[in-house]
């Protein structure tokens, strides 16, 4: 049986928007957030939400700091926050190169048995943290909603989306049909909210095919300078998009993984349909934060070497923006 309450560790637009739409549902929601943010106590956090009709409704969010007093240097024992409570059920919602050091920071707090949703763009994480944390258990979500956070305290629901939930194959063939039935019943609990929640069977089918999206936008928007529709008009975009999805359609088809539909094609109609996007690794890139680049076109390169696939062109996108963007960092 599921509690009825979720901590949500990275607060940015879909963990936010999580948070509220739980809140609406009666679903309890903790925002676990960096201690500069909470002034180190328990406390909460307002956020006025511009819902997909129009509707604006003001929430405060409960919150609590996302890393512990005792390897919090700047904390005392003075401190006046309450002990930490323990974690049963977790959502991760970070950029996936802030999830090691974010879960770091609860991991003593994490239950055995703790259910850990993880939630984010890339991959790798997950299969990361199933090694990392083998008394969790550790579930995958891709959800196409689209939300963005303008400010600090307003966050805007911009897109109608489907999320899906799902188990990546276990190492343990015998915990398959608990993690069925914990799949199902935290797919039963999220459908209270007003947002569109699936069980996948074939989470990985599904994964792979929005990593492939991912790999042959996102890092083509750096290099371009340009919103993801404007791919669409760019021949020499168009060429890379196409040769990027042969190589993940190669990558899959040798792990026997069915893309659910032709890759490039699925790329263009993802592009032409966020037409006005600036995609998330050129917000990154804008705003000088380090890029997704090594859990998307970075992670497809590592998988291709272990099965001994060339992936040139996925290879030379992934140097390409990580020059491009530490040179970036370098006039921030
Ligand atoms: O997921 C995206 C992202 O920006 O990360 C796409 C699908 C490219 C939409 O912008």
């Not at 592009?271 to 996007?277: D, E």
């Not at 998330?280 to 859990?295: A, C, G, K, V, W």
Request: with cysteine.
């Amino acid at each position: 049986m599921l509690e009825n309450h979720w901590y949500i560790l990275g607060a940015g637009a879909i963990g936010s928007l999580f948070a509220c739409q739980f809140e609406r549902a009666n679903i309890r929601s903790t925002l676990l957030i960096r201690a500069s943010q909470t002034h180190l106590k328990n406390t909460s956090k307002s956020l006025d939400v511009t819902f997909l009709d129009g509707s604006k409704q003001h929430f405060s969010i409960q919150t609590q700091p996302s890393v512990q007093a005792s390897i919090q240097p700047s904390l005392t024992p003075l401190d006046e926050s309450p002990p930490p409570t323990p974690i049963r059920q977790l959502i991760l919602t970070t950029k996936a190169h802030q999830s090691q050091t974010a879960i770091d920071g609860i991991q003593s707090r994490l239950t055995e048995g703790a259910i850990i949703v993880v939630m984010q763009n890339g991959m790798g994480v997950a299969e990361q943290l199933q090694v990392q944390l083998p008394q969790c258990a550790i579930f995958v979500a891709t959800t196409t909603e689209g939300a963005h956070r303008p400010t600090e305290d307003s966050l805007i629901h911009a897109g109608a989306g489907e999320t899906w939930i799902g188990k990546l194959p276990s190492s343990n063939p015998k915990d398959c049909g608990k993690e069925y039935i914990t799949a199902q019943n935290i797919v039963e609990q999220w459908q209270r909210s007003a947002l569109s929640i699936h069980y996948d069977r074939n989470i990985t089918q599904r994964l792979w095919t929005k990593l492939a999206i991912n790999c042959a936008i996102n890092p083509l928007t750096v290099k371009y300078q340009c919103n993801n529709g404007a791919l669409l008009t760019n021949p020499e975009a168009l060429q890379l998009m196409e040769e990027v999805c042969q190589e993940l359609q190669n990558i899959m088809t040798a792990k026997g993984i069915h893309a659910h539909s032709d890759l490039f094609a699925t790329a263009k109609q993802v592009a032409k349909n966020t037409h006005s996007n600036i995609s998330s690794m050129l917000q990154d890139y804008r705003n000088h934060r380090p890029t997704e680049i090594h859990f998307i076109n970075g992670y497809v390169v590592n998988e291709a070497n272990t099965l001994s696939i060339p992936t040139p062109v996925n290879q030379a996108l992934t140097l390409e923006i990580t020059n491009k963007a530490y040179q970036n960092s370098l006039g921030a």
